[in-house]
């Protein structure tokens, strides 16, 4: 039990630093990009609604991640989840399936978007 417990915690651990470490190497990639191309003009250009979108689910996932999650919503869900188990996991599961949606939505209209594929 204890060694489950310290596993649980060293793993939970090591995901969030995932976590964090990815969303960083994100904007690192998206910025060295949009230097590279010399395309910041683009951000204001109706064309790359797109990059707009990428970098608004960007800013989403950074809020919540390194600043919402550690500072909030761990306290309050830790909370509910003791308080009403079953409904902490069937919100959280949205949550995650809406973040999926969109973050599944703004890969692809970056792909396509940057095949010069859409209107
Ligand atoms: C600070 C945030 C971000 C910046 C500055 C950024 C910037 C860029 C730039 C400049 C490109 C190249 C566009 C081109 O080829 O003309 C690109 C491509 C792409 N980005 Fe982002 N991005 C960011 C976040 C994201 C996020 C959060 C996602 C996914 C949810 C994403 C998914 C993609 C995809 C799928 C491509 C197309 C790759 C390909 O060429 O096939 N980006 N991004």
Avoid at 11 to 27: D, E, G, M, P, T
Avoid at 46 to 56: I, K, P, R, Y
Avoid at 86 to 101: E, K, Q, S
């Amino acid at each position: 039990m204890f060694i489950g417990n310290l596993l649980s915690s060293a793993w939970r651990s090591r995901r969030r630093r995932c976590r964090r470490v990815s969303i960083l190497l994100v904007a690192i990639s998206g910025l060295y990009m949009i230097m590279k191309l010399d395309g910041w003009d683009r951000f204001v250009d109706a064309l790359f609604w797109w990059l707009d979108l990428m970098v608004v689910v960007w800013v989403l996932f950074a809020l919540m991640v390194y600043i919402l999650e550690p500072l909030v919503m761990h306290r309050l869900f830790h909370d509910f989840a003791l308080q009403e188990k079953h409904r902490a996991f069937a919100l959280a599961t949205r949550l995650h399936v809406i973040a999926l949606c969109v973050s599944a939505f703004t890969i692809a209209a970056g792909v396509l978007g940057s095949l010069g594929s859409l209107p």
